[in-house]
């Protein structure tokens, strides 16, 4: 069974950090591409880092030098070191993990990130 659990989502100051996990499990995360989208409410869904089995990095512009991605292969988690949070940041964080080639993919439930002014 293909799991993604996200955790470490919460309540945080502007400026604060927090950092988030994905656990996977079922299929073979080495073989994927891991991606961090969010959504806030009433927006579309909006990716906001990606790493390649062979951890290269992507970022969203808005993201860049505060945010941090990176995956264990041997420990099936991706992580997203969250740094100078600001109130738009404020959404629910999904993992999602995505095979480059065969284009299986699969969704975290979410974990939701509150960043207060």
């Known amino acids: 069974q293909v799991q993604l659990v996200e955790s470490g989502g919460g309540l945080v100051q502007a400026g604060g950090s927090l950092r988030l996990s994905c656990t996977a499990s079922g299929f073979a995360f080495s073989l994927y591409v891991m991606n961090w989208y969010r959504q806030a409410p009433g927006k579309e869904r909006e990716l906001v880092a990606a790493?390649?089995?062979?951890?290269?990095?992507y970022y969203a512009d808005s993201m860049k030098g505060r945010f941090t991605i990176s995956r264990d292969n041997g420990k099936y988690t991706v992580t997203l070191q969250m740094n100078s949070l600001k109130p738009e940041d404020t959404a629910v964080y999904y993992c999602?993990?995505?095979?480059?080639?065969?284009?299986?993919?699969?969704w975290g439930q979410g974990t939701q990130v509150t960043v207060s002014s």
């Open positions: 999602n993990a995505r095979r480059p080639v065969g284009g299986n993919e699969y």
């Open positions: 790493i390649s089995s062979g951890s290269i990095t």
